[in-house]
């Protein structure tokens, strides 16, 4: 449209222009026809000069559009490859955090592996880590008279789960160590391991009150060990 009315207003002044010549050349008394052939001519050049502005306008415009595209078009790639690193990121932290965890749970596990030493038949009528108590008790000298009072105790304690904590006091296992780290001097499980937990109990008793049944009649008379 803005070409045609570009042609059109050329045209037109090129008109307007031969119309005031031929008037002149009547005036004047010149040749009509040489002055209206010149005047055509000169129009022809104005309209191509016209036109060969418009098209260099055109091409202009379309360069600058040509060039805006192309710049949005780079943004977005940079956009777009600056989200892919950081999802890619995001995905190496997490599967990072995953393979920790996992490390975690794997080490958790092994260390809190069930005791796989010999079981005596006085134990057998025990399960869980009363029966890994009573097995290490014998072990470690006690006779089994010694195991209702050493199962009492720790029920008391710690209702033998080698995990529980004492929030208020710190102290930790199923002897209920305080602190827990002492539970070091057996092993560097302690944290997991209830075998652990256990070897140390019964040398604390063994220290402290002799056999676990002194152990007991002093919680019972005293309220701790």
């Not at 990121?89 to 092994?110: G, L, M, Q, T």
């Not at 002897?175 to 604390?204: C, E, F, H």
Request: glycine content about 10%; aromatic content about 10%; proline content about 4%.
């Amino acid at each position: 449209m803005s070409r045609l009315w570009s042609r059109l207003g050329a045209r037109t002044a090129a008109v307007a222009l031969l119309s005031v010549g031929v008037a002149g050349g009547f005036y004047l008394g010149e040749d009509r026809e040489t002055q209206q052939q010149g005047l055509t001519d000169q129009v022809s050049v104005e309209v191509d000069r016209a036109d060969f502005a418009y098209q260099r306008e055109r091409q202009a415009a379309h360069q600058v559009q040509l060039s805006k595209q192309r710049a949005a078009e780079y943004q977005a790639k940079l956009r777009a490859k600056q989200a892919a690193k950081e999802a890619a990121e995001r995905a190496r932290r997490a599967e990072a955090a995953a393979a920790s965890r996992k490390r975690e749970r794997d080490a958790a596990n092994a260390a809190a592996k069930p005791y796989n030493g010999p079981i005596p038949e006085s134990c057998a009528e025990y399960s869980g880590n009363r029966k890994i108590g009573c097995a290490l008790m014998i072990e470690k000298g006690f006779g089994i008279a010694e195991f209702p009072c050493l199962e009492k105790l720790w029920t008391k304690e710690s209702g033998w789960n080698h995990k529980a904590s004492n929030s208020s006091s710190g102290a930790y296992g199923i002897p209920q160590s305080l602190p827990g780290s002492k539970m070091g001097s057996v092993a560097s499980d302690w944290r997991t391991n209830p075998a652990t937990q256990i070897i140390w109990g019964l040398g604390y008793i063994k220290g402290r009150y002799d056999t676990p049944c002194g152990a007991w009649t002093y919680f019972q008379n005293n309220g701790h060990y």
